[in-house]
């Protein structure tokens, strides 16, 4: 009898495969790494083969660790970074070029246009999301008009477009899985959030024809069968989708609405469940579809806020400046000195998101003295992590007209309690780091479970889930509102 499921998190440099129990227990996981691509400054790029290489071996690995077999699969949930976007052959199954990633500003200059357009207003309210080039819709614009033969192949009726997750479940299917689900499609820019479709004027701004695109899905539909794999046996339902934060949310049981998590990955991402119905932000938050479940006919909604440099701001002070030489050193170097000594990091490595949306801002390194050392610059990055979703979430809570609780934490950096005490302390506010803070993964193998019903509802997902530890606020009110004053003035220098 099958007694696992297979959750694969495709992240933004590695992918993750995980085996969950039906007591909600990672039982075996493995991550598997690949390169990063860096054509020219601010250009961010995977390779496709890559990318699946990954996934096969993590399967591998991660059955092979666990002494399983494919026979104990009873679904595949597949939760994938978002906006990251490529285009395939259909029927060839070859890239057309790299995939281009969440976090490249090349389409910068294409989407400053649609501002000079004044389109800003008409895409936020049919889209939910800002004009930004971290969305998939003018990567996929890029794609077809600066890739030879694009053009020729796709008036042939060759091309497919996807994020990964499409492109995984094409590949885990033999290529007869064509879909996305509903959460992953509202990162594209190209789907109307009021009615969970393609929209019309939305392909005809972005040049993207209607034909390439996937079907839109539920989150819990079973979306195909493995098939061809070797890894795994053919037949086995793929049964859960979401894009990873929305998954995180759902991992993390964040069913109601006004319940909240931050993901501290590669980027930092905070989601809050806003209800059934789309909630436009005063301030320059997104509106996303958090999760739409098959047996009901309601949407679930979020508001989302993110920056797009957090981990890999520690990854930039281990590979750029060698001041560590494990990620993993940063929590013992900052905690070597009491304050960041004035020192200030503003972590723009690519531009600012929410609530700036500032696609020219720079990072920033400011307040040294002669007496600055590396523990001083370490603990600065802690801190500025915790800043920067502490400005998104006071947007969020304004946005919503209702006080924060408690936050969720997740992510590889959850497990840093310097980083976790600083969110509490900056942002006032009870943090809970549950036991299993790899819920992108449980989200992914929740929807999953459901799909099949090797969970029978949110009831028993709700049992799962447990709180590792509390964090609460040390700092005083007038102490944060100093904090914040400082961070705000650092963050208007990169701004200029």
């Known amino acids: 009898m099958a007694k696992y499921i297979l959750a694969i998190d495709q992240g933004t440099t590695g992918t993750t495969v995980s085996l969950v129990s039906a007591e909600g227990q990672i039982v075996s996981r493995h991550k598997e790494e690949f390169p990063q691509i860096y054509p020219q400054p601010g250009w961010v790029e995977h390779n496709s083969n890559d990318i699946w290489k990954s996934a096969l071996t993590s399967i591998s690995k991660v059955l092979t660790n666990a002494s399983a077999s494919g026979s104990d699969i009873a679904a595949v949930g597949i939760t994938n970074q978002r906006e990251t976007v490529l285009i395939w052959n259909r029927k060839t199954g070859a890239p057309i070029h790299n995939a281009i990633v969440w976090q490249c500003r090349r389409t910068s200059e294409f989407c400053n246009g ?36 694009a053009q020729g192949q796709l008036k042939r009726g060759d091309l497919a477009a996807g994020t990964i997750d499409t492109f995984l479940m094409w590949k885990l299917s033999q290529g007869e899985v064509f879909k996305t689900d509903v959460s992953n499609a509202s990162r594209t820019q ?6 969970c479709e393609w929209d019309v004027e939305m392909l005809r701004i972005f040049g993207v024809p209607k034909e390439i695109l996937p079907q839109i899905c539920s989150s819990n539909e079973i979306f195909g069968h493995t098939k061809g794999l070797g890894v795994l046996p053919d037949g086995i339902p793929i049964s859960g989708v979401a894009g990873d934060q929305q998954a995180a949310l759902f991992g993390q049981t964040c069913f109601n609405p006004g319940e909240a998590k931050c993901t501290f990955g590669t980027g930092s ?26 047996d009901e006919k309601k949407t679930t909604y979020a508001l989302e806020g993110g920056a797009f440099i957090c981990g890999a701001a520690v990854q930039w002070m281990r590979d750029g400046l060698k001041a560590i030489s494990r990620s993993s050193e940063i929590e013992q170097l900052a905690n070597s000195v009491a304050d960041t000594g004035g020192v200030e990091f503003v972590p723009a490595l690519t531009g600012l998101g929410a609530p700036h949306w500032d696609q020219d801002a720079r990072g920033l390194i400011c307040g040294l003295t002669r007496g600055t050392t590396s523990a001083h610059l370490a603990r600065a990055t802690l801190e500025a992590m915790a800043l920067q979703n502490t ?42 780091r549950p036991e299993i803070i790899e819920t992108t993964s449980a989200g992914a193998a929740y929807l999953a ?8 509802g949110l009831n028993d997902i709700k049992k799962i889930w447990k709180v590792e ?26 701004r200029l």
Do not use: C, H
């Not at 649609?114 to 889209?127: D, G, P, S, V």
């Not at 209702?402 to 942002?427: C, P």
């Open 114 to 149: 649609l501002k000079k357009r004044k389109l800003e207003k008409t895409i936020y309210e049919k889209t939910g999301l800002v004009v930004d080039a971290y969305f998939s819709g003018s990567k996929i614009n890029w794609l077809l008009k600066n890739v030879s033969g």
């Open 190 to 195: 190209l789907m109307n959030i009021d009615k």
């Open 269 to 294: 991402f905070l989601l809050i469940n806003s209800g059934n119905k789309p909630k436009l932000s005063k301030s320059k938050l997104l509106t996303t579809v958090a999760w739409r479940l098959k």
């Open 391 to 432: 400005e998104i979430l006071i947007a969020m809570q304004k946005d919503l007209s209702t006080a924060l609780k408690s936050l969720r934490v997740d992510g590889g950096a959850a497990s840093n309690n310097l980083l976790m005490q600083t969110q509490s302390d900056y942002l006032g506010v009870e943090i809970l």
């Open 449 to 456: 479970g459901l799909g099949i019903g090797f969970w029978n």
């Open 469 to 494: 530890r509390e964090f609460k606020p040390k700092i005083s009110s007038r102490d944060r509102r100093v904090r914040l004053e400082k961070w705000t003035l650092a963050v208007k220098r990169a």
